[in-house]
């Protein structure tokens, strides 16, 4: 398969159409270079909220709530995209308000069927945990697609190797991310290559990218869209199938054959996701040493 991962950049909206317009240019460019897979990145759905004016958008609780009543008529687009053009398609993910609770942060994916289903963040940054106060959801969910079995792990989740382990069975993870600093985005992505070498998987990294004075939330961004494999056999020694150019909006693309991860699991010159358990008694048994 070919999968393309988005440097994203926001815009300030004027009309619904102008989005929509957006949207199915980002679209048909990659689906016109044979993409089957498209990943947008987290929290790209806030330029909705410039659609109810400066107040709104320069405001953090009102930014969420306008985003969130926006996200029945951005998943009615994303559908008929993805019919549209025979392609998945993980959209940006946004606040969801979805019950009494508090916001969650919310990625959906889209099937050319027209079939969605959505994930949510497990475990929030201290920028949603102290500012926005975004909940975290959940499940984890593994979705078994036509192009292989899928899981998402939004941002910060990709930094913690027990959410990726849950998806061992994955054989693509998506991982759609905002980041501040130059320093985040590399989190992310060294996040994203270690779970690529512990579930000797694919990680697909995409970032929203550029600066918008309108927002609190999503001021400024740094990123560009990564395709990451373990480094062993079948893939490159970098492990690093494609990524794009640091701040550069536009697509990243890479071709994905699912029978090299099955290869490299089952017979790789490492098999980590093999000897994962190996970990457990090791670990239960640590002894402390006091050397003076």
């Given at each position: 398969?070919?999968?393309?991962?988005?440097?994203?950049?926001?815009?300030?909206?004027?009309?619904?159409?102008?989005?929509?317009?957006?949207?199915?240019?980002?679209?048909?460019?990659?689906?016109?270079?044979?993409?089957?897979?498209?990943?947008?990145?987290?929290?790209?759905?806030?330029?909705?909220?410039?659609?109810?004016?400066?107040?709104?958008?320069?405001?953090?609780?009102?930014?969420?709530?306008?985003?969130?009543?926006?996200?029945?008529?951005?998943?009615?687009?994303?559908?008929?995209?993805?019919?549209?053009?025979?392609?998945?398609?993980?959209?940006?993910?946004?606040?969801?308000?979805?019950?009494?609770?508090?916001?969650?942060?919310?990625?959906?994916?889209?099937?050319?069927?027209?079939?969605?289903?959505?994930?949510?963040?497990?475990?929030?940054?201290?920028?949603?945990?102290?500012?926005?106060?975004?909940?975290?959801?959940?499940?984890?969910?593994?979705?078994?697609?036509?192009?292989?079995?899928?899981?998402?792990?939004?941002?910060?989740?990709?930094?913690?190797?027990?959410?990726?382990?849950?998806?061992?069975?994955?054989?693509?993870?998506?991982?759609?991310?905002?980041?501040?600093?130059?320093?985040?985005?590399?989190?992310?992505?060294?996040?994203?290559?270690?779970?690529?070498?512990?579930?000797?998987?694919?990680?697909v990294m995409a970032s929203l990218v550029?600066?918008?004075?309108?927002?609190?939330?999503?001021?400024?961004?740094?990123?560009?869209?990564?395709i990451f494999g373990p480094p062993d056999?079948?893939?490159?020694?970098?492990?690093?199938l494609a990524e794009g150019q640091l701040?550069?909006?536009?697509?990243?693309?890479?071709?994905?054959?699912?029978?090299?991860?099955?290869?490299?699991?089952?017979?790789?010159?490492?098999?980590?996701?093999?000897?994962?358990?190996?970990?457990?008694?090791?670990?239960?048994?640590?002894?402390?040493?006091?050397?003076?």
């Open positions: 398969m070919k999968v393309a991962t988005a440097a994203y950049d926001l815009d300030w909206l004027d009309s619904w159409a102008q989005y929509e317009d957006k949207l199915n240019r980002w679209v048909s460019e990659a689906a016109g270079e044979g993409a089957e897979l498209l990943v947008f990145p987290e929290y790209g759905a806030m330029e909705l909220s410039t659609l109810d004016g400066a107040d709104v958008a320069g405001d953090l609780e009102r930014s969420i709530r306008a985003v969130s009543d926006r996200m029945a008529d951005a998943q009615a687009l994303h559908q008929r995209l993805a019919r549209e053009y025979g392609t998945y398609i993980l959209g940006a993910s946004a606040p969801v308000v979805d019950g009494p609770g508090r916001p969650l942060n919310r990625a959906a994916l889209y099937a050319p069927d027209g079939q969605h289903d959505h994930q949510d963040k497990q475990i929030m940054t201290r920028f949603e945990r102290e500012a926005w106060d975004i909940a975290p959801g959940g499940p984890l969910k593994l979705f078994d697609t036509k192009l292989g079995k899928i899981g998402v792990l939004i941002c910060y989740d990709i930094e913690f190797p027990l959410l990726g382990r849950a998806l061992s069975e994955a054989d693509l993870i998506l991982v759609p991310s905002c980041t501040e600093a130059l320093s985040g985005y590399w989190r992310v992505r060294i996040g994203a290559m270690a779970r690529a070498l512990e579930n000797q998987c694919v990680t550029g600066s918008n004075e309108w927002s609190d939330a999503v001021d400024m961004n740094t990123g560009t869209g990564g056999k079948g893939f490159p020694g970098t492990g690093v701040n550069q909006p536009g697509w990243t693309y890479a071709n994905i054959d699912l029978s090299t991860i099955a290869e490299v699991r089952a017979d790789g010159h490492v098999l980590n996701r093999t000897h994962w358990d190996e970990q457990t008694p090791r670990v239960e048994s640590v002894t402390i040493s006091a050397l003076s």
